[in-house]
């Protein structure tokens, strides 16, 4: 089966605090790439990054950074110092191949609450 | 476009009435998804559009949902007879190749589908 596992469902914190959101994956592609989308209240998905399956090299976008790591399948988000602007879904997605084009399958989602 | 626009923003239907969606995708992009978002829940594929052939509909939850993209650019998601089990987000994505991965998606607000 091909799948993506957030398993964090809803996560609080304080403003100023790091946060990471797990994500997870099955695939039976060689060549795949991953995403992480935010969804603010707005709807809108918001694409922050994407990696594809020969690139483990971790990345860092100022607060923002990513782990990546195939030997677990997992693509792990970290918001440092976060921001009640940080608040919002956040996705996690898969490229599946099928039938000659790649298609996105997402997470179920972590929503993220950040207090001041 | 800049971007890809999706109308109406927001739809209330009444139980049994059918109801057509538009997604206007950013010129020139040759692939053009549609999903459904439920409330609380990730988006999942419905239907994939390379041009305007549809190659996937393997997502398309009953017959009552039909998908067209008439001359390869805008699209209509159409629902017949809505049930309340529709009510959800539906987001349009486009992609300016057919391996879209590598060159990202682009979603659409979405339009929110209310049936009562």
């Known amino acids: 089966a091909q799948k993506v596992t957030q398993a964090q469902t809803e996560i609080s914190v304080v403003e100023k605090e790091d946060v990471t959101l797990d994500c997870v994956y099955e695939?039976?592609?060689?060549?795949?790439?991953l995403f992480w989308y935010k969804q603010p209240p707005s709807g809108e998905l918001v694409f922050l990054i994407r990696r594809n399956s020969f690139d483990e090299q971790n990345e860092i976008s100022g607060r923002y950074s990513w782990n990546f790591q195939k030997s677990t399948s997992s693509f792990n988000f970290t918001i440092t110092a976060s921001q009640v602007v940080d608040s919002a879904v956040y996705f996690c997605?898969?490229?599946?191949?099928?039938?000659?084009?790649?298609?996105?399958?997402f997470g179920a989602g972590t929503r993220l609450a950040v207090h001041p | 476009g800049a971007g890809v626009s999706q109308s109406p923003r927001y739809k209330v239907a009444k139980r049994g009435q059918d109801v057509a969606l538009r997604c206007d995708p950013i010129s020139g992009h040759v692939s053009l998804f549609w999903y459904q978002q439920a409330l609380g829940q990730g988006p999942e594929f419905l239907t994939y559009?390379?041009?305007?052939?549809?190659l996937d509909k393997s997502g398309l939850p009953s017959d009552r949902f039909f998908a067209e993209r008439p001359e390869g650019s805008v699209s209509t998601l159409k629902i017949q007879r809505t049930q309340q089990e529709d009510s959800a987000v539906y987001l349009c994505?486009?992609?300016?190749?057919?391996w879209g991965a590598g060159y990202g998606y682009t979603f659409g607000s979405g339009t929110r589908l209310t049936v009562v």
């Open positions: 994505a486009s992609s300016l190749k057919v």
């Open positions: 695939t039976r592609d060689t060549t795949y790439y």
């Open positions: 559009f390379q041009n305007e052939a549809q």
């Open positions: 997605a898969l490229t599946v191949f099928s039938g000659g084009y790649n298609k996105l399958i």
